[in-house]
Structures are given as structure tokens and as C-alpha cells.
Antibody, heavy 121, light 110 residues
Framework: QVQLVQSEAEMKKPGASVRVSCQASGYTFTSYYLHWVRQAPGQGLEWMGRIDPRSGDTNYAQKFQGRVSMTRATSITAAYLDLRRLTSDDTALYYC??????????????WGQGTLLTVSS | QSALTQPASVSGSAGQSITISCTGSSSDIGSSNYVSWYQQHPGKAPKLLIFNVYTRPSGVSSRFSGSKSGRTASLTISELQAEDEADYYCNSYTTSSTFVFGSGTKVTVL
């Protein structure tokens, strides 16, 4: 079964860091880009960045540059989102998303269930 | 990179057609044939409706169609049905090798 299963909800204090994981199964992990998209409560979708699981190359949205890292572990077909210096504005549902095809411009097809991050003092 | 501009809401009666616009810039929609559209029902993950401006994935109803002119992309839903009531988001690949979403449009079926 082709799926992305994400880690459980997290609660963090302002200034802390968080790691969200994404476990892929049912397909060739290194053949499709993985993206991270977030959605604040009642708000729209926001693209954060992507990783090429084959090479580890990343592209980040300018807004998150310097504060985000996306990595992967090919041996266990997992991807990770690390976000640092958290503020309340980072409270959101974080989705891991697989591209439809193998190309750099491929749209977002397979979505994880989302990981809710709450940042509060 | 600012979000692409979409109307906050669009409504129509069942059976009618509606069009949602998505306006960007020369750095995204204006220079990209990689525009996609997503449908999101409350509490659910988004679903891919249209990619590469016009193309429907297998299994998506032919009532959904996409187009683009200059810096504006559009999604048309024909023969509007109650199940089409949802939020819709456009997305574009950019000249910086990144992606950007639209601000989102809530569709209401009257």
C-alpha cells in the first residue's frame, strides 16, 4: 500500500526546535521528490520546501531559509523536517507530500495524514 | 515569494458553472506551465485536481478544467454539485525552483 505515515502531534515552547518524521512505504522511495506543506488553523496551504530522496538535495521557501532542514534516511525510507526557533506562528498542521512523478516540477499527489504542531508557552 | 491571489469565496447554484481565478507574477504563473489545482474538504488532506495547467489526473471528474492566460490561471467547475463545496488552492512552480500556493477559495453551492 502506497502511503506516507507521519509522526504524532507535538507541543513545543517558543524558541524550541521540532522534528517531524514521514515514513514512506509501497513505492520506490528514491524515485519521487518529497515536499513539506503546512496549514495554520483556518488558513491556507504554505509550501515549505522539498527534498530529492535520491541525492538529498533540497530547495526551501525563502521564508524558512536558515530555520529549516529537510533530510532523509534512504535505508529506512523516511524523511524528516526540522524546524528551529519556533514561534506561535509555527502552530500548524504539517504535511509530508510525495510528488506525482519523478520530475522537479511534478505536482503534489500523495499526502501524509499531517502532524499537528502547537507552539505555546 | 508572496502567495498567489485567489478570490476568498465563490458561489454558485447546483448545475451552474463557476470559475476561480489565480493571479501571480512573471516569476511564477507568468513563466510556468506547471500550474496545479487542489481541492480540500474540511478536515481532509488536499486532493490534486489539475496539473500542468490543463491536465486532469485519472479519476478526476471532467467537470473540472484548467486554463491559463498570462499571469492568471483559472479553474472552472461545470455542472456544480453539492460535493464540490470545498476549499480550492492553486499552485505554481517558480523561476527560483520553488513552489507557491494561492491564498485559497471557498466554494459554496447554493
Amino acid at each position: 500500500q502506497v502511503q506516507l505515515v507521519q509522526s504524532e502531534a507535538e507541543m513545543k515552547k517558543p524558541g524550541a526546535s521540532v522534528r517531524v518524521s514521514c515514513q514512506a512505504s509501497g513505492y520506490t522511495f528514491t524515485s519521487y521528490y518529497l515536499h513539506w506543506v503546512r496549514q495554520a488553523p483556518g488558513q491556507g496551504l504554505e509550501w515549505m520546501g522539498r527534498i530529492d530522496p535520491r541525492s538529498g538535495d533540497t530547495n526551501y521557501a525563502q521564508k524558512f531559509q536558515g530555520r529549516v532542514s529537510m533530510t532523509r534516511a534512504t535505508s529506512i525510507t523516511a524523511a524528516y523536517l526540522d524546524l528551529r526557533r519556533l514561534t506561535s506562528d509555527d502552530t500548524a498542521l504539517y504535511y509530508c507530500v510525495r510528488a506525482q512523478l519523478g520530475g522537479r516540477t511534478s505536482p503534489f499527489e500523495l499526502w501524509g495524514q499531517g502532524t499537528l504542531l502547537t507552539v505555546s508557552s | 515569494q508572496s502567495a498567489l491571489t485567489q478570490p476568498a469565496s465563490v458561489s454558485g447554484s447546483a448545475g451552474q458553472s463557476i470559475t476561480i481565478s489565480c493571479t501571480g507574477s512573471s516569476s511564477d504563473i507568468g513563466s510556468s506551465n506547471y500550474v496545479s489545482w487542489y481541492q480540500q474538504h474540511p478536515g481532509k488532506a488536499p486532493k490534486l485536481l489539475i496539473f500542468n495547467v490543463y491536465t486532469r489526473p485519472s479519476g478526476v471528474s471532467s467537470r473540472f478544467s484548467g486554463s491559463k492566460s498570462g499571469r492568471t490561471a483559472s479553474l472552472t467547475i461545470s455542472e456544480l454539485q453539492a460535493e464540490d463545496e470545498a476549499d480550492y488552492y492553486c499552485n505554481s512552480y517558480t523561476t527560483s525552483s520553488t513552489f507557491v500556493f494561492g491564498s485559497g477559495t471557498k466554494v459554496t453551492v447554493l
